[in-house]
């Protein structure tokens, strides 16, 4: 898929060679070569959205969405939680061999390992009882301290309510839904509502990484017309693009920016970075925990 194949219209551009809803029934479209020499790079500062072939949307890309001093803050506030809870490499945060020791990048004085602590998640094999508080969160009273510390800090806080309002803004219809899940979750399992009244964010499910170059993969556990948000903060000064083989595009994701991509479908990952500490947080929202709050999840015809 070469650039001349990708059609402009201000601020989005359409892939007419994607089908979203082909590729999430039926598969089959090509992962293109990164180095191939026809990759559609989005390395500009400015807002832009991706489309299918049938105009729908299937990434946003903000860059600069933290400004300095909000992004110093969410770094030192990651790198505060991290040396709390002493984190390490393991498979606590992801499974598909992403926590796979060689992904990670070891530099002296910088932090590598991620921990996934999420308000409510099924164990795996166990979608028929009540999604609850990650491991994570729960393993001691250090790791709770400090998780929940993360989750309550001001600058927390305030990051949770502009994701909200962006993935309002993209999407309305899953942004409801969202809040739907939420209200059952928070009537129903007073271990997560408690989690949840000192957090805003909407998505159940967090990330956080560090110098982790996170392989080829896609969330599959996630809803499948469904978001997330990936936001990447530290130190680092070049490089750590997102690629996305399906459509051989690759986003600039240095500390500050964000991209919000439907990751069940799109298959990405995290390219070679330069220059420091390099720092992810991903939200996303699983399909499981939909289908406990019984909320119906947003069909492929209902988008515009």
Known sequence: ???????????????????????????????????AGNTIIWDEKKSRFAKDAKGFKIVAHFPGFLREQNLDDFTKLCLDTGEKIKISIGSGADKKGRDDPSSYIHNVGETAGAVGFSHCQHAIGHTHEKPLPSRSILSSCRDYDALLGFMSAPQSK??????????????????GGLQAVRSFIDRNIASVASLAANDPILMEGRSLIFNRQTPLHNDSLDCPTGWQFIIAAGHFTSGGSLYIPHLDLSLRLLPGDLVALRGRVLSHEIEPWS??????????THESVWKYAKVPMPHLFSFK
Do not use: T, W
């Open 275 to 284: 220059g420091g500490q390099r720092i992810s947080m991903v939200n996303f």
């Open 1 to 35: 898929m070469g650039k001349d194949n990708v059609k402009k219209q201000n601020e989005i551009q359409i892939f007419p060679d994607f089908d979203f809803a082909r590729a999430l029934n039926h598969g089959g479209f090509p992962l293109h070569n990164r180095d």
């Open 158 to 175: 305030i990051l949770s309510q502009r994701l909200n309002g962006i993935l309002q803004e993209i999407d309305p219809e899953f942004f």
